[in-house]
């Protein structure tokens, strides 16, 4: 069952009733701040960019992620990405191997950036800041496990987990150097690892709702608050243009840098073969059904499953059988898909029959140098 967030975070106005949550709305924003006042974060060697939201659910972080780190290497650098690994059991540190990890071990995010740059997960993320520093190319194993079962535990040092991880075997797969930056995917709101730069993306549809606080609205911690730490923001979608998106006019008064870019489908001749049965399980679904209509995608119908959903057997056998049923091809997300791999069964089967539909990042050319300058500006 897919819950969905009440229709009011992002309506214009607040229903009567909505008004009992503001005690927990205030107390969750105050703890989302005083962790921020309390936090000692770890300043690391490496230069860090963090790209992150304003609000609960997905926004895009990751192909922004993807792009960043394409446009960095493309001036010299040699990025790694830190990820927390929502939805995989793997606490961390631990460097990713894109061909022999599956989702449910680190994650369906960790395994799309894999595919670009050395990625680590790590619940910690001081340790997994750390694990970069030391790297020199190549997969490592696990950590040793503390006693409560976590691997690279936080109180660790540098010299303790620089020690631990060059005793750890590794293969050194060919072209590889070590990372000289940190790309942070996700992790806006964690106070415990110093940021160089914080690049905040905004879903150009959903905005920022109504500017409240979790459980009233969708942020994460107060809007002034997390402006503050922004060092500029990204639009994604509702066209490359200059469009308005709920909240614009609160992000357009904190004179932030406020770029624009788009999510464009890489459509072949096969995809407008045939009809699609599409599924996906994302933040924003009707965001992958919007882009395949507005691709001249023929969707026979469409299947919406919870963000980060674990696809069981159940559920494939019944896109296979449907798909038979509808004559149409399966068609989902490059994310949807990463989190089949390594199922067995109706799993592995409906790996192996559904296509994905490839997406580039594209910034309005002015945007995009604009932006590289920002961040070359604070890179180390």
């Not at 304003?54 to 780190?69: D, E, Q, R």
Request: with cysteine; charged share 25%; hydrophobic share 45%.
């Amino acid at each position: 069952m897919r819950l969905e967030p009440p229709r009011w975070w992002h309506g214009v106005k607040t229903p009567f009733a909505a008004w009992a949550l503001w005690p927990a709305a205030a107390a969750y924003g105050g703890i989302a701040e005083r962790r921020f006042r309390k936090a000692t974060p770890y300043q690391s060697a490496l230069p860090v960019i963090c790209v992150g939201n304003f609000t609960m659910g997905g926004a895009g972080k990751t192909p922004v992620s993807l792009k960043l780190a394409a446009l960095l290497r493309g001036i010299g650098r040699q990025p790694a990405f830190l990820t927390r690994g929502y939805g995989g059991s793997e606490r961390g540190p631990y460097l990713v191997d894109g061909e022999e990890d599956n989702a449910e071990r680190v994650g369906d995010e960790p395994l799309l950036l894999a595919r670009n740059a050395p990625t680590v997960v790590s619940r910690d993320r001081q340790a997994g800041a750390r694990f970069i520093e030391a790297m020199g190319g190549g997969r490592s194993e696990p950590l040793p496990a503390a006693s409560d079962g976590s691997t690279a535990p936080a109180f660790m040092d540098g010299d303790a987990l620089t020690a631990v991880a060059s005793a750890t075997p590794r293969c050194e797969p060919p072209g590889k150097t070590a990372p000289d930056l940190i790309i942070m995917d996700d992790g806006f709101q964690n106070p415990s690892l110093a940021k160089d730069f914080c690049l905040v993306v905004v879903d150009g549809g959903a905005g920022i709702g109504n500017a409240r606080v979790f459980p009233m609205g969708p942020l994460r911690a107060p809007l002034d608050a997390q402006l503050a730490r922004a060092d500029a923001i990204v639009v994604l979608g509702a066209g490359a243009a200059a469009a308005p998106f709920p909240g614009d006019e609160r992000l357009m008064r904190a004179d932030k840098p406020l770029f624009r870019a788009e999510i464009v489908p890489v459509v072949d001749d096969a995809l407008l073969s045939q009809p699609v049965l599409a599924f996906c399980g994302i933040g924003r679904p009707g965001k992958f059904f919007t882009t395949l209509k507005g691709a001249e995608i023929a969707v026979a119908e469409a299947r919406a499953f919870p963000d980060h959903h674990p696809f069981t057997e159940g559920d494939a056998r019944a896109l296979l059988l449907r798909s038979r049923e509808l004559g149409a091809r399966l068609l989902t997300t490059e994310k949807d898909r990463a989190r089949l791999k390594g199922g067995s069964g109706a799993v592995a089967e409906l790996r192996d029959a559904a296509a994905v539909l490839p997406i580039d990042l594209r910034f309005r050319a002015e945007d995009q140098a604009a932006l590289m300058t920002a961040v070359a500006a604070r890179l180390r």
